[in-house]
């Protein structure tokens, strides 16, 4: 890769003297210089600040972290070698938790005495925090849990107070010491993870700890994201550049802008964030897989050619740079600068000489990052692939899944032939995949068929459920056939009959019959329609006739009754003559012929006319002369 470099690159590779006397920093090229205070991880901490110094930024502050030696003391005479590269440069102790652990439990302490103990020997070890020199806590978070005793992401025990009481002995120091607010660095999944889904939900319990941040918030100036990017997932073949800074960006701010989305009882968390987050990146070269490495964690992938490094350098710095235009009044970034021991100083120096070079180049605008050209971002890595799931991350909402049925509907929910049903699925902030989501036809009666469709994003899952009731078929009705019967009245006859119904999926349908069955129904024919209809509105009907016989053939029917009945002729004579009069219009004849049939019946009855034929002739003649509306 052809590049132009700025001014001093030839003194980053081959001459340091300056540097390590700290010669003056280059003047800031405009007003509108972006202030930035830039946070280095490192094992290598006095080199690579004397690398970083002569194309270091005006406006910008180094923090470079020392390790500590054995048993976690702070390291002797390296900081002032770092505050030697200029007045811009500070050093940082890093302090881990397992041996100061070691020593609280050793000597009987508390975990503030531990803190103050710290400051105590980075003085001795020759920090001076006046001059900027702070300390640097390695580390909390996951899955860091894995491999320290203090298992502040989970809150064993009482991992997060100890933690507390520890930064504030760090902050406070001894009697007479200036505070010095700190940095604390946080591990996280490597960039290449894709199942995130428990390291959320763990991270927003974490983030709901108001006491914790509200703690954190007064000793520690920088909460340091370990997001060392991976080259694979960076530089994808055919990709713009827009599309990798916005991938990147997508890890660099992942927990932040979890907490930004969540607002179920983080506002602590949100204002320490707001103040101290401060992603950092990878400039650590070259270190082959993470998840190789021992409990999966590491830096990220950079076994990569130099050019391919330095333009990855490059185009982290540009999408830092553009995350970090929103941190406020000075920008908060950095890098973790950690050499593989079989690359050499002189490629190591040309690593962190593009570091600072994108750094100053970004002074007034991201881009910058990629030099005055835009081509020190360019760069490909073969089988690279954008890992999507970051830009998932911030989801906390799942997806909505909202049911359709399409088919004849009938009454009370019930569909009436074949129904369909089809799911909305939606998440606008995060991709999704469904299960049992597909369309669905009921196409058989039943009295409920429940279909669930399930939708899981990075936001969770969600499921929604749709009972299908289908009924297409319609009860059986069981009605009487033709009714006949004598009127009893001048109006015809009450009318009792049962009409009844059945159905496979309703047990009582309702049955209907017009007119009603105990209603007076007139002399003569009258159709009596019925109708069945079951819970689902499907409807039945049938109908029968219901025949009153009147007077007349009541009459007609007493003649062929009385016919050889009783002594002689008298009563079939006495019948004729009734029938004879009501054909003339005589009702009150007819019903005094009837009269006297009835009497002359029963003083016969038990003579001439055995008695259960008398009592059924005089019931006759009886409702004769009530249909004839006598009294």
């Not at 003391?73 to 590269?85: D, G, Q, S």
């Not at 995130?196 to 909460?223: C, H, I, N, Q």
């Not at 333009?311 to 950095?334: C, D, I, K, N, P």
């Not at 690593?351 to 990052?369: D, H, L, N």
Request: charged residues 15%; negative net charge.
């Amino acid at each position: 890769m052809n590049r132009k470099r700025p001014t001093g690159w030839t003194a980053v590779v081959t001459g340091l003297a300056v540097a390590i006397l700290g010669g003056a920093a280059p003047d800031a090229t405009a007003a509108a210089c972006r202030t930035a205070d830039v946070v280095f991880y490192s094992t290598d901490s006095t080199r690579v600040a004397q690398w970083l110094g002569p194309e270091r930024s005006a406006c910008a502050d180094y923090y470079i972290s020392v390790m500590p030696v054995a048993e976690g003391n702070p390291r002797p005479a390296v900081a002032p070698a770092i505050r030697a590269v200029g007045p811009q440069f500070h050093a940082m102790a890093e302090v881990r938790l397992n041996p100061w652990a070691i020593w609280v439990a050793a000597n009987g302490k508390t975990w503030f005495e531990a803190g103050v103990e710290v400051r105590r020997r980075m003085a001795t070890a020759g920090y001076d925090v006046a001059q900027g020199d702070t300390w640097a806590l390695n580390e909390v978070g996951a899955p860091s849990t894995q491999l320290l005793g203090v298992d502040v992401f989970t809150d064993t025990g009482t991992a997060r107070d100890d933690v507390l009481e520890f930064v504030r002995g760090l902050y406070t120091g001894d009697v007479g010491m200036p505070p010095a607010p700190g940095l604390v660095f946080a591990a996280n999944p490597t960039e290449i993870t894709t199942e995130l889904a428990l390291y959320k939900e763990r991270l927003r319990s974490w983030f709901r700890d108001a006491e914790f941040w509200t703690g954190l918030s007064r000793y520690v100036r920088f909460w340091a994201q370990e997001t060392y990017a991976d080259a694979r997932t960076w530089g994808v073949a055919g990709s713009t550049l827009a599309e990798r800074a916005s991938h990147l960006t997508d890890y660099f701010a992942h927990a932040k802008r979890l907490l930004d989305a969540d607002s179920d009882g983080t506002a602590s968390a949100r204002v320490f964030f707001e103040a101290a987050y401060t992603p950092v990146g990878n400039a650590s070269y070259q270190w082959g897989p993470p998840e190789l490495q021992p409990n999966g964690i590491g830096f990220g992938y950079t076994a990569i050619t130099l050019p391919q490094m330095q333009a990855f350098v490059a185009a982290q710095t540009s999408a830092l740079r553009a995350y970090a235009a929103g941190a406020g009044a000075r920008e908060r970034f950095g890098y973790a600068f950690v050499p593989r021991l079989t690359t050499g100083a002189a490629t190591q120096s040309i690593v962190a000489g593009q570091v600072a070079a994108s750094i100053r180049g970004s002074e007034t605008e991201p881009s910058g990052a990629c030099g005055p050209a835009g081509d020190w971002c360019n760069g490909e890595i073969a089988g690279a692939e954008f890992n999507p799931a970051w830009a998932a991350f911030p989801d906390v909402t799942p997806p909505v899944v909202v049911p359709h049925v399409a088919g004849p509907l009938g009454a009370a929910g019930w569909y009436l032939g074949d129904a369909t049903v089809t799911w909305a699925v939606s998440d606008p902030e995060s991709p999704f995949t469904t299960s049992g989501c597909e369309a669905t036809t009921v196409d058989a009666d039943t009295a409920g068929l429940t279909v669930t469709c399930t939708a899981t994003s990075a936001g969770g899952s969600a499921s929604a459920s749709v009972t299908v009731k289908r009924d297409s078929t319609p009860p059986t009705l069981d009605a009487p056939a033709t009714i006949a019967l004598d009127a009893v009245m001048p109006a015809g006859a009450i009318v009792v009959f049962v009409a009844t119904a059945a159905d496979a999926l309703d047990p009582a349908p309702t049955v209907l019959c017009m007119p009603a069955s105990g209603t007076v129904f007139a002399i003569g024919s009258t159709t009596v329609v019925c109708g069945a209809v079951d819970e689902a509105g499907n409807t039945t009907t049938a109908t029968f006739v219901v025949y009153v016989r009147g007077a007349g053939e009541q009459l007609a029917r007493l003649e062929i009754a009385v016919a050889g009945v009783g002594p002689g002729r008298s009563l079939i004579a006495k019948v004729q003559q009734a029938r004879a009069a009501l054909a003339a219009g005589d009702a009150d004849g007819a019903s005094s012929l009837l009269l006297a049939l009835e009497h002359q019946v029963a003083a016969q009855s038990g003579k001439s006319i055995p008695p259960e034929v008398a009592a059924a002739l005089i019931e006759a003649t009886r409702r004769l002369r009530a249909v004839l509306g006598a009294g």
